[in-house]
């Protein structure tokens, strides 16, 4: 779960929308993750393109490492590597750069925007889209810090717990691998049930919408993953639809939570089409996190959704969800808790 985060005293409440004039960037969870939008707001009120503040958003994340999340350093897999996923959307066209899994390169927001600009391609992943992003001019580093191999080391020492196995012996439950199925078949516990569910340790990643004065928007992902993730493992962030999605003809979206289960859903290409037949932010939103909880009641997801007049609104199931906007005329990003659906479901607004 998404680590607690210090809140400003709440100074005034917030109805179910927040409509905020152009240039304008919302994007998933508050504290640290706020220089993502001072960076993108910055961009466009000098003139920079969204995709162009998207990526500057979402790199400036990377770079500060936001909540250990995001970014180089972080969320080790089951062998102690941290992997970058990321994509970055273009709501003109509707065009999408991503890649998955991505190895020993910390800019993977700028990666994904160069699939997006010179190849014909979606996604890239692994070890080819790091040979695509070294072509680009991208250095290779190590991604891990000595934080992160302490938090490899320190799992290992508590019995690989938790992890994303199920249906192997020995039992995941209570024994590291290396595993092999059992012989009658598949665990009764569906994947993303229960098998390893992170709770306490996030999975938490920052999606970005931006809207110009011209009305163009875009919309990206960025984020270092679930973590002892299954080495290869790609969540919902770079998937277009789930971690973020975005047609300036409506509307954009992002989301964080059990990326597992989320990307089934696509739950931001759900709230877009609810937008575009009518919903407003809010409903779209709740709409899509709703559909998640009626088959998965305890699912911990955040959606964050803003129609092409700047009205945005969130909602969320399984835990208490910030998520951070700057628009027009405003001097610093202002944070919005968001209570999960099954609780009051009221915003605030921090100022």
Not at 82 to 107: E, F, P, S
Not at 181 to 210: C, F, M, W, Y
Request: charged share 20%; proline share 5%; hydrophobic share 35%.
């Amino acid at each position: 779960m998404h680590n607690a985060l210090p809140l400003l005293p709440l100074l005034l409440f917030s109805p179910l929308a927040t409509s905020t004039a152009p240039p304008v960037v919302i994007h998933t969870w508050g504290g640290p993750f706020t220089v993502a939008a001072d960076a993108a707001h910055d961009a466009l009120t000098n003139a920079r393109s969204v995709l162009d503040a998207v990526q500057i958003g979402g790199a400036a994340c990377e770079n500060n490492q936001c909540d250990g999340t995001v970014g180089y350093g972080g969320s080790p897999s089951e062998n102690c590597e941290t992997t970058l996923d990321a994509m970055i959307m273009d709501g003109n066209t509707l065009n999408v750069g991503a890649v998955g899994a991505l190895r020993r390169v910390k800019h993977a927001i700028a990666v994904a925007r160069h699939v997006l600009e010179y190849t014909g391609h979606t996604m890239l992943v692994g070890d080819s889209a790091t040979l695509f992003a070294a072509q680009n001019g991208f250095k290779e580093e190590d991604l891990a810090t000595d934080q992160s191999r302490d938090m490899c080391e320190h799992w290992k020492r508590n019995q690989c717990q938790p992890n994303s196995w199920i249906g192997v012996v020995p039992d995941p439950k209570s024994s590291c691998g290396p595993y092999t199925p059992l012989e009658n078949g598949a665990s009764e516990t569906a994947p993303g049930q229960d098998g390893g569910d992170i709770k306490g340790r996030g999975h938490d990643t920052i999606s970005l919408v931006a809207l110009g004065k011209d009305g163009s928007m875009a919309a990206g992902t960025t984020t270092n993953g679930k973590a002892y993730k299954i080495p290869g493992r790609v969540g919902d962030g770079p998937i277009a639809g789930s971690g973020s999605y975005v047609d300036s003809l409506v509307g954009g979206c992002g989301a964080t939570g059990d990326g597992d289960l989320m990307m089934r859903f696509l739950p931001c290409y759900q709230a877009v089409e609810n937008m575009r037949r009518g919903m407003s932010p809010a409903a779209a939103a709740e709409d899509a996190v709703r559909r998640m909880v009626k088959r998965f009641p305890d699912i911990q997801a955040g959606v964050v959704v803003m129609n092409n007049k700047g009205e945005h609104a969130a909602a969320a199931s399984g835990w208490h969800f910030t998520y951070s906007f700057r628009g027009q005329g405003m001097n610093k990003t202002h944070v919005v808790q968001v209570d999960p659906i099954n609780g009051d479901c009221d915003m605030s607004i921090e100022l």
